[in-house]
């Protein structure tokens, strides 16, 4: 089935829903939505408390059991993903125990908030993350946490949630429902745009892919992109294995990671969103064949990506004008 990129809410059947922010870059994450009679699960929320109360309102409108929402999973712990927790203050919220620990040290949307009070309009932050409106957001962390594999059950229907990371980020968390054949993947999965590999290793996303593609799942809702399949999967396996060996071959070569990941031709993933994720992509590549432990500070790798936006379109401004 080809799947609409629209915003709103999609139903792919039998209780389940994704909803969608139709763009997927920075920050426009999806969220999904499982309904048995009057039990309802919510699988991640969103960026601020103003997308999230949109998408409820939504929901409830299209499908009435949603006004009330039990439970909630976090896939992980951006804030892209959990800002939201906090418009449903009676909501249980189960994630890995990974990503609890990381929720308590993300940086806080007021911090959020004020940094972007005080980025100039040019600035990388600005652009990428203007829109949100991470003032008046409160907090809420995980009430239920597991390790490894759970189960749990929304009415009669069966869920598995499986910890997958570290990858995106220590705590990645597959939601799988088996009878269903649907999978809410979280980060793991960035449909027709770049990966961003903040934790890593690059080799663990290689084999979260191998471990979608080994079970029976017809739909995927990505954390970032329209819903789709496995051949979006089998696709991103394959831009993190040509990743690995290009950003390899250079570092016995000896060049540092940021003049690799220029150099590395990315054109076969031309028509995907934010290139400039090679950055952080690259260097953690680096981190894994080095053995390095430490990992990016955020603000810099923000900085590195601006100056590859800046670079790029001057690039592109100078071929347009031979």
């Not at 920075?26 to 999230?52: A, F, K, Q, R």
């Not at 804030?79 to 620990?101: L, M, V, W, Y």
């Not at 992109?225 to 070569?253: H, I, N, W």
Request: charged share 20%; proline share 5%.
């Amino acid at each position: 089935m080809a799947w609409q990129y629209t915003k709103g809410l999609h139903d792919i059947g039998n209780g389940i829903y994704a909803y969608l922010q139709s763009n997927g870059s920075w920050g426009w994450s999806n969220s999904g939505l499982i309904v048995t009679g009057e039990d309802t699960l919510l699988v991640d929320t969103l960026y601020d408390m103003h997308l999230t109360g949109e998408m409820h309102e939504t929901m409830s409108r299209q499908v009435p059991a949603a006004k009330t929402i039990q439970t909630i999973v976090n896939t992980h712990a951006d804030g892209d993903h959990t800002n939201g927790n906090g418009f449903f203050p009676a909501a249980k919220i189960i994630s890995s125990k990974s990503t609890a620990e990381e929720m308590q040290h993300t940086v806080p949307p007021q911090v959020m908030a004020n940094m972007l009070k005080k980025a100039p309009p040019e600035a990388y932050m600005r652009k990428t993350l203007g829109a949100f409106h991470f003032d008046g957001i409160t907090q809420r962390f995980p009430t239920e946490t597991f390790e490894g594999h759970t189960s749990l059950s929304v009415g009669a229907k069966k869920i598995e949630l499986f910890h997958i990371g570290p990858a995106h980020t220590d705590g990645d968390t597959l939601v799988y429902l088996p009878q269903d054949r649907v999978m809410f993947t979280g980060d793991i999965v960035f449909a027709e745009a770049h990966p961003v590999v903040w934790a890593g290793p690059v080799s663990r996303w290689i084999y979260a892919c191998d471990f979608i593609l080994e079970q029976d799942v017809n739909v995927i809702v990505p954390g970032h992109g329209p819903v789709t399949d496995k051949s979006a999967v089998a696709t991103l396996k394959q831009y993190f294995v040509y990743l690995f060996e290009e950003a390899e071959k250079r570092y016995k070569a000896g060049m540092n990671a940021l003049d690799a990941a220029y150099e590395i031709n990315y054109e076969m993933f031309s028509s995907w969103k934010n290139p400039e994720r090679m950055i952080p992509n690259v260097a953690a590549v680096y981190r894994e064949i080095s053995q390095t432990a430490e990992k990016p500070v955020i603000h810099e790798t923000f900085a590195l990506m601006s100056q590859w936006n800046k670079k790029k379109a001057e690039q592109a401004d100078a071929t347009s004008h031979r």
